[in-house]
């Protein structure tokens, strides 16, 4: 008798059309997961108000139960763009928050929602305790992506979805990636093409008397932030840390599993002495280079001069668009971590408007240290 245990089948990756809407819908009411597109990356999706769901989607990412999830809602699920309609979802818990709270919070929903912005406000008793990591607090977003909106429509709950990766690795923005992460786990993956934003959401804790808090940098930046909300935004660093301790914001995190490095400046910047005494593990062997912008040929015709063994140089935009890579900076971090490369080196991200700020953020997570 043989004791091999039994094959768990790959995932299909099913393009996103009403027919494999209604089939995921079903699979969130059995208790299922579902790998998701939204614009910002993919997202590992089950019912918030079912603590099986819940409980897989910790076990599937073998994610720590101390890291809260994020729901999405829906504009079909949420209607007008009030607190009220979060409270009516039995999301939020509207009794603790002063007016000027309330004022704060609506106003980023009207401006941002649907968005990459995560909204973290005082959670509704009814969400599991296990979905917010015990914390009485909630992270609520509406993603823009019309396949995510239409699963939650069609699934007519609030959706936990974390990123679509095993915990702590690089964030999945196309559907092969979360195959890749997770296709040996979970049964359907929705393809909804590449994602547009490419990082995370922006996360923003609102407390009662109504400080504004940004505790992660994401798809919109702190300047838009303080406009619409009339409000400063404080970084974590700048209050008590300890307080705002959520394991998104460990320091180890979207990492590839090469060692990578981050360069003190711009390739083009350095002198030849510069990136021989910067790069001098990589130019021992196989390497991969990731470029903020401006042309990889250029670059990798450089390196190739100064070492024996092969160099691999992606650039995240040659016209030096922030958004462009923003879009493409997981997607390249992968690609150098299945190439032959033993060493990835990145050029930090000086840029701290917009997206720079999340993009920085990424690349240094990316290139901390395990312990
Ligand atoms: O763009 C996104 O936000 C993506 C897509 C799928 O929507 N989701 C995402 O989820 O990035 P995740 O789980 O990979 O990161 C969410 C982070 C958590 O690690 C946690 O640090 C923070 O958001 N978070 C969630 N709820 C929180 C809460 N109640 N208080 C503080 N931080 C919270
Ligand atoms: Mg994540």
């Excluded at 009814?126 to 699963?151: E, F, N």
């Excluded at 062997?285 to 990731?290: A, P």
């Excluded at 958004?323 to 991200?349: G, Q, T, V, Y």
Aim: hydrophobic share 40%.
């Amino acid at each position: 008798m043989s004791t091999n245990p039994p094959q768990q089948k790959r995932a299909r990756i099913l393009n996103a059309s009403p027919k494999s809407i209604v089939e995921a819908a079903r699979k969130i009411h059995e208790s299922g997961l579902i790998g998701l597109p939204t614009e910002t990356v993919y997202g590992l999706a089950g019912n918030v108000f079912n603590e099986a769901a819940v409980a897989r989607i910790f076990s599937t990412k073998e994610r720590p139960t101390f890291d809260p999830l994020i729901v999405h809602v829906s504009p079909g699920l949420v209607g007008e763009m009030k607190l009220a309609s979060l409270a009516e979802l039995e999301l939020v818990d509207l009794a603790t928050l002063s007016p000027l709270a309330r004022e704060r919070a609506e106003a980023l929903m009207k401006a941002f929602w649907p968005g990459p912005l995560t909204l973290v406000l005082p959670k509704n008793v009814k969400v599991p305790d296990l979905a917010t990591s015990g914390m009485p607090t909630v992270g609520i977003r509406m993603p823009r992506h019309p396949v995510a909106q239409a699963l939650i429509d069609a699934s007519r709950t609030p959706l936990a979805a974390p990123s679509a990766n095993r915990f702590g690795k690089i964030s999945p923005t196309e559907a092969c990636h979360v195959d890749q992460e997770l296709g040996d786990r979970i049964e359907i993956i929705l393809d909804g093409g590449p994602c547009s934003v490419g990082i995370e959401s922006s996360v923003v804790a609102i407390n009662p008397t109504g400080e504004l808090t940004l505790l992660r940098p994401g798809g919109v930046s702190q300047a838009e932030l303080e406009r619409v909300s009339g409000a400063q935004v404080h970084s974590p660093q700048a209050q008590n840390a300890q307080a705002f301790a959520a394991p998104g914001m460990l320091e180890s995190h979207y990492a590839p599993s090469k060692p990578m490095t981050l360069l003190s400046k711009a390739i083009a910047d350095m002198s030849t002495e510069e990136l021989k005494n910067e790069m001098a593990l990589g130019l021992s062997s196989e390497m991969g280079v990731l470029l903020l912008a401006g042309n990889a040929a250029n670059t990798q015709m450089r390196l190739a001069a100064l070492s024996q063994h092969p160099v691999k140089v992606l650039s995240l935009s040659e016209t030096g668009s922030i958004e462009e890579a923003a879009h493409n900076l997981f997607a390249s971090l992968r690609k150098l971590d299945h190439s032959e490369a033993k060493i990835i080196f990145s050029e930090p991200c000086t840029s701290v408007t917009g997206l720079g700020h999340g993009i920085a953020d990424r690349l240094r997570r990316a290139a901390a240290r395990r312990s």
